[in-house]
């Protein structure tokens, strides 16, 4: 007769299973319903900036300096609303790709449960996500096309560590960036809650991301990892340029084609950036996902 302590062959090893039990747990001790936790209802204050203005694209460029100070509070509630707008349309990719990875699994692993409970969590955060870009006078902002059909290919072909590690990556360049927002009394009350509460919950999802991307490449050898850390740099390449969509510079009534030149040779921007994604880099080399490669993407969209 089977022993009843065989783990079965879709079950997670027991270090795994204990890592999801703890993010359940965290995740029912603090969790939050941005329809209750955020101000929906108060008017939007023209006053206050819809990011901190560092991390605007075009802060510290000439063209900075010569706007006034309302059309620079514009601009940065259109490009909070921008970032917003590309987090959404990722973390619905997120949700089918953990939906697929989960399929068919065994429903009393924590590890399922957990991946569930994230899926609930992303859910909430679009809404959130949308419900305040609607507030800061933002209209529905996308990718690209050609950028929203790679990621339709993406979402249905990327697994493993590569699925996992551009989770992870989306999330750690907005974790860095909205925990200053957070903090930044300069920035509309509402955006500043709907932050708080996307780092918070978000830092469980990074801790899987980090957990899962490590337990895929257990054993995987040197051909795996230099495919699947091309991938994850490409993946990368696309959802960080794409933060800040073109369309934000003409409906803060700036001249585009000048704001594009700008930003693109803006080094402030780009050394925030760099900046904010040091500790993902570390990550990403001590999990041999940062190939020469791979490093050549990154340096192309300035994250490392």
Not at 285 to 290: D, I, M, V, Y
Request: glycine share 4%.
């Amino acid at each position: 007769m089977a022993s009843s302590t065989v783990q079965p062959a879709d079950q997670a090893p027991q270090p795994e299973r204990e890592a999801a039990r703890r993010l359940l747990d965290s995740s029912a001790r603090l969790s939050y319903d941005p329809a209750i936790e955020v101000d929906w209802d108060t008017p939007l204050d023209e006053d206050f900036h819809g990011m901190s203005p560092e991390w605007c694209s075009l802060y510290g460029t000439r063209y900075w300096q010569e706007l006034t100070e309302a059309q620079r509070k514009e601009l940065t509630r259109q490009e909070s609303a921008s970032v917003a707008s590309t987090g959404i349309w990722f973390e619905m990719i997120l949700q089918q790709m953990v939906l697929r990875d989960m399929y068919a699994k065994d429903p009393t692993d924590p590890r399922f449960q957990w991946a569930l409970t994230e899926i609930a969590d992303e859910c909430r955060h679009s809404i959130m996500f949308g419900r305040g870009a609607a507030k800061l006078g933002a209209p529905a902002y996308r990718p690209p096309r050609f950028v929203r059909e790679l990621g339709r290919a993406f979402k249905t072909l990327a697994v493993g560590e590569a699925a996992y590690a551009s989770i992870l990556v989306a999330e750690e360049v907005l974790d860095v960036m909205q925990r200053d927002w957070m903090r930044d009394e300069r920035v509309v009350p509402f955006v500043r809650t709907i932050n708080n509460i996307h780092v918070v919950e978000e830092s469980r999802h990074m801790k899987f991301a980090r957990e899962e991307t490590r337990a895929r490449l257990r054993g995987a050898g040197r051909l795996r990892r230099q495919v699947q850390a091309l991938v994850v740099s490409i993946a990368s390449y696309f959802i960080v340029t794409s933060m800040v969509n073109r369309e934000v510079y003409a409906n803060a009534g700036l001249d585009t084609e000048r704001a594009l030149a700008e930003a693109r040779a803006n080094e402030h921007h780009k050394s925030l950036m760099r900046s904010s994604c040091s500790g993902l880099m570390e990550f990403l080399a001590s999990a041999g996902l940062l190939t020469r490669p791979a490093v050549a993407v990154y340096r192309r969209a300035h994250l490392i």
